[in-house]
């Protein structure tokens, strides 16, 4: 018997609803008739058909052990061009998990905006949560609780003080109340009874069709009755699909506030729209992106709209969104909607690209670099140039710190969770730094730098922030500098295979590219700032290699460094649209294998390479990490997810090199070959390798099999 949702003390009762298909499926009545233990049942008035027709993807569940089964589709994202802003791919956000932590704070954020916007939140009673699928598996190691119990505070995933996150986390649970919307406005959030141990639901074995990474959210007024519901997916990467609110008939019948038909609300109308922004209201977005114009706007401009691969249906989600190859007429349909887009609304991208073949057509077509044209597209979003430079500066400033954060933090600190894992980033960095002067790169840096900020100490706003003075402190710190033990040689001296001494071995790029990935990992890890790139898990690869080019190998760091964020964000848009950026979809390649894939891209265009170049670097990258599981230890983001983003780093500087060293023109293998490949193996991926902490590593250690998941209440 299928297990329904239940309030504590609630019954199942017979859905009121005069389908016997939905009635079969529907959870929401039996909320409704069954909120408050005790109290007279009060009928519902029959919803509307529009209200079913709402519900019908968001109140379905599917076993988990049934998993192959993927019913929901981003219909509408089948059309869609692969451009979505460099801000929203790479967005400051919190660790651990970009899916797990930073989507569902957003979530919790979105949800309560719909209810101001509704006029629900003032009647709001009691507030339910449930986390479905791999958000349940791997919830509390990856912090999901606490960022969804803040977002519902309203708090701001790129602002929120990232110490206040725990410490508001413990009072909630201890004080058992909840204050819907605390950062709004003074007088517009409202705080409620809220038990942890009650009102927050863990599904482990069951997941919503739409996405693993399911959230619903249900609100009763004080009578106990359905005021509203809603189901909103975490879809990698921190971009949120809002699953659209539900409200009760009977309470929009008595609201002060009209609701808006589906067609005209301004809330989104598609399940597919927000996939590709990261603002909690759809009218902040840049460039207002939305589905249906831009749908009109390429089905005209091409002549002959190219067909989904037969390889597209096959991920059955998010993942299968009709990429076309080269082969399969993309570029003219791509070159096409440039065409058109020259007549558009100044908020369409200048430059909508498909895929790789489409982005390398345009390129050549308007001789432009992949980081120019990613820029023209930027501002064609809206943003100015001076916003683009704060922005990507911002970007990069946050990447810098949350790699000082950990190379600063005690050497023998330990990071959260259960498996107790000490940073190793603090020593490694103190190893491959002693013996150096503080440099005086940032003095040569002109003053007004959006990369290069004034710190406090140079009058500026922002914190310390550079490798030189960490290092300098670490000089002057007690014990900074320490002799060598002289190591014991392990094994028998006398015999003829003699035994290897210890030594020390040094190879400085790896050593860098190693503990500047590791550091921020370890950042992620310990719940601190940074920012996804595209993901929280795979965070340290990009800054990894970008701190390596400024530090080690630019000439020019104010040219490299937009160069790269730029570069990388196009690729990263590629498997967005192509494949997924999301573990829960494509397990770990869809993580460390594509930041690989992106770095790699990013490092070639600044070493000067061609599109077509940058694209090979890209493919070798992601080639090496097809079928790269994800699962981690305890259900924490820490292992195996912080040394493999070291090797990430090295890889995507080993693919670039690759490519750079390559003749133009001759790989087999194409980026968009390989992001297909890489949809084909999500497709056929075990549910236990994608985020689940269900098998692999995750099982595989007897002594840290763990288990996952457990609320700590
Ligand atoms: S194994 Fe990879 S995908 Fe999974 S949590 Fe770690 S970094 Fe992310």
């Given at each position: 018997m299928r297990k329904l949702l239940l309030p504590r003390g609630g019954t199942i009762l017979p859905c009121r609803s005069s389908s016997p298909a939905l009635a079969a499926r529907c959870q929401l009545h039996t909320f409704a008739t069954t909120a408050k233990p005790g109290q007279a049942r009060r009928q519902l008035a029959p919803w509307r058909p529009t209200s079913i027709r709402r519900l019908r993807l968001s109140t379905t569940t599917s076993r988990w052990d049934a998993g192959e089964e993927e019913t929901g589709t981003y219909s509408e994202a089948d059309h869609e061009h692969a451009v979505i802003s460099t801000f929203d791919l790479f967005s400051v956000g919190i660790g651990?998990?970009?899916?797990?932590t930073v989507g569902p704070m957003r979530a919790g954020n979105i949800f309560i905006a719909d209810l101001v916007e509704a006029d629900l939140l003032r009647r709001v009673h009691r507030l339910r949560v449930s986390i479905y699928g791999s958000l349940a598996l791997t919830g509390e190691g990856h912090m999901t609780p606490s960022a969804l119990l803040l977002g519902l505070e309203s708090a701001d995933v790129g602002t929120v003080d990232t110490t206040h996150v725990p410490e508001r986390f413990a009072e909630i649970k201890n004080t058992k109340k909840l204050f819907l919307g605390r950062a709004l406005a003074r007088g517009a959030g409202r705080e409620i009874d809220f038990d942890y141990g009650r009102d927050f639901i863990w599904e482990w074995g069951r997941k919503l069709p739409l996405h693993s990474n399911g959230m619903r959210f249900t609100v009763f007024d004080a009578d106990g009755y359905v005021l509203a519901t809603n189901d909103l997916f975490s879809v990698g990467g921190g971009f949120v699909v809002n699953g659209a609110l539900s409200i009760n008939p009977d309470v929009q019948e008595s609201s002060s506030v009209t609701i808006k038909d589906d067609a005209a609300a301004a809330h989104p109308a598609d399940l597919a729209e927000n996939m590709y922004y990261k603002e909690i209201r759809r009218s902040d977005a840049a460039g207002g992106r939305k589905t249906g114009a831009e749908v009109k706007l390429l089905d005209d401009a091409s002549a002959t709209p190219a067909p989904p691969p037969p390889?597209?249906?096959?991920?059955?989600?998010?993942?299968?969104?009709?990429d076309v190859s080269a082969t399969e007429g993309g570029d003219d349909a791509a070159v096409d909607a440039e065409a058109a887009s020259d007549s558009a609304p100044s908020q369409k991208p200048r430059y909508p690209f498909h895929n790789a073949s489409s982005l390398l057509s345009l390129c050549n077509k308007h001789n432009l670099t992949i980081a120019q044209l990613v820029y023209e597209n930027e501002k064609s979003h809206g943003y100015t140039d001076e916003e683009i430079y704060q922005k990507l500066g911002r970007i990069w400033q946050v990447m810098d710190d949350s790699i000082l954060e950990s190379v600063q933090a005690p050497e023998d600190s330990i990071l959260p969770g259960s498996l107790k894992l000490h940073r190793r980033a603090p020593a490694l960095y103190k190893r491959l730094t002693r013996g150096l002067y503080a440099s005086r790169t940032r003095d040569a840096t002109p003053a007004s730098s959006p990369f290069f900020p004034k710190t406090k100490a140079e009058?500026?706003?922002?914190?310390?922030?550079?490798s030189t003075t960490t290092l300098a402190r670490m000089q002057g710190a007690p014990g900074a500098i320490s002799r060598r033990q002289h190591a014991r040689v392990h094994?028998?001296?006398?015999?003829?295979i003699a035994p290897s001494p210890t030594r020390r071995t040094t190879f400085p790029a790896m050593d860098y590219l190693t503990v500047y990935a590791m550091a921020v990992n370890e950042t992620n890890a310990a719940g601190g700032r940074i920012v996804t790139a595209p993901t929280n898990g795979a965070a340290g690869i990009i800054p990894a290699v970008l701190k390596y080019t400024i530090e080690f190998?630019?000439?020019?760091p104010e040219r490299d460094i937009p160069t790269f964020l730029l570069t990388a964000a196009a690729i990263g848009m590629l498997y967005k649209r192509g494949a997924t950026i999301s573990a829960a979809e494509g397990g770990c390649m869809a993580e460390v294998g594509v930041a690989c894939s992106m770095a790699a891209g990013a490092f070639a265009a600044c070493m000067g390479a061609s599109p077509e170049t940058i694209e090979q670097a890209a493919e070798i990258g992601i080639e090496h990490n097809l079928g790269l599981t994800c699962d981690p230890v305890g259900g924490l983001v820490q292992a195996p997810c912080i040394e493999r983003n070291a090797l990430g780093a090295i890889k995507a500087i080993s693919s670039a090199n690759l490519a750079l060293s390559s003749v133009t023109g001759t790989q087999k293998i194409r980026l968009d070959d390989a992001i297909r490949a890489m949809r084909v193996t999500a497709k056929g991926m075990r549910n236990e390798f994608k985020e689940t902490s269900l098998s692999g590593l995750a099982t595989s250690v007897p002594f840290l099999n763990i288990p996952v998941s457990v609320p700590d209440c």
């Open positions: 651990p998990s970009s899916s797990h390889a597209a249906a096959a991920l059955g989600s998010g993942a299968d969104s009709g009058g500026g706003s922002l914190p310390q922030s550079s094994g028998a001296l006398d015999h003829p190998l630019s000439d020019d």
